[in-house]
C-alpha cells in the first residue's frame, strides 16, 4: 500500500508522452482529457500519501518532478504550435532551472536539506495548471476564453518571477529556511 502514491506519480510521468503526442497532433480535446487524468493522479497521490502516511523520499522527489514534466512539456508543445507565447516559456524554464540548480547545490553542501516550496511557488504551480486547462479548453473550441486566457499569462508571469526571487532570498541570503544546515 505504501507504494500507491509512487505508482499514481510514475502513471503521470508516464502521461507526458502520451500528451506530448496529443499536442503535436492538436488532439487538444484528448490532450484536455489526458491532462486531467494527469491532475487527478496528483490530487489523488498527495492526498493518499497525507492520510496514511505512505509519504516516502522517493515520493518527495517525484512528485515536483512529475509536475514539472507536465507543465514543461505542455508549455513547450503549446509554444511550437505557437499557442503559448516563446518568451513565458523561458521564464518558466529558466526559473526551474535555477530552483533544480538550487537543490543541487544545497543538497552537496549541507547534511540535511529539505526542499520545502514557498507560497509563490505553489500559487504559481496552480495558475499554470489552470493556464493549460484554460488554453486547452479554447484550442478544442469548447468556450471562447481568449480574455481569460491573457489575464492568467500575465498571473502566471508575476508569480513566476515572484516565485524565482524568492527562492533565490530564502536559499541563498536567509539560510534559516534550511532544515537545520551543517556543512559537509
Same mark, same amino acid.
Given at each position: ?56 523520499? /522517493?515520493?518527495? !522527489? =517525484? ?5 514539472? #514534466?507536465?507543465? &514543461?512539456?505542455?508549455?513547450?508543445? *503549446?509554444? $511550437? ?49 489552470? /493556464?493549460?486547462? !484554460? =488554453? ?5 473550441? #469548447?468556450?471562447? &476564453?481568449?480574455?481569460?486566457?491573457? *489575464?492568467? $499569462? ?31
Amino acid at each position: 500500500m505504501i507504494y500507491i502514491p509512487n505508482l499514481l506519480t510514475l502513471l503521470r510521468i508516464g502521461l507526458v508522452p502520451v500528451l506530448i503526442l496529443l499536442l503535436q497532433n492538436q488532439a487538444y480535446t484528448m490532450a484536455l482529457w489526458v491532462f486531467f487524468v494527469a491532475g487527478v493522479t496528483d490530487g489523488l497521490d498527495g492526498f493518499i500519501a497525507k492520510r496514511f502516511g505512505y509519504v516516502t523520499r /522517493l515520493g518527495s !522527489v =517525484l512528485d515536483p518532478l512529475a509536475d514539472k #514534466l507536465l507543465i &514543461l512539456s505542455t508549455f513547450v508543445m *503549446l509554444t $511550437i504550435a505557437g499557442d503559448f507565447p516563446f518568451w513565458l516559456l523561458i521564464i518558466a524554464a529558466f526559473r526551474d532551472l535555477i530552483i533544480i540548480t538550487g537543490v543541487v547545490i544545497l543538497t552537496l553542501l549541507y547534511d540535511h536539506f529539505e526542499m520545502k516550496p514557498i507560497w509563490s511557488s505553489k500559487i504559481n504551480t496552480f495558475l499554470q495548471i489552470v /493556464l493549460v486547462i !484554460v =488554453l486547452l479548453i479554447e484550442k478544442a473550441n #469548447l468556450f471562447d &476564453l481568449q480574455i481569460l486566457t491573457q *489575464l492568467l $499569462i500575465w498571473l502566471v508571469t508575476i508569480t513566476i518571477l515572484v516565485s524565482g526571487f524568492q527562492y533565490v532570498y530564502e536559499w541563498g541570503i536567509r539560510r534559516d529556511y534550511i532544515d537545520k544546515p551543517t556543512l559537509k
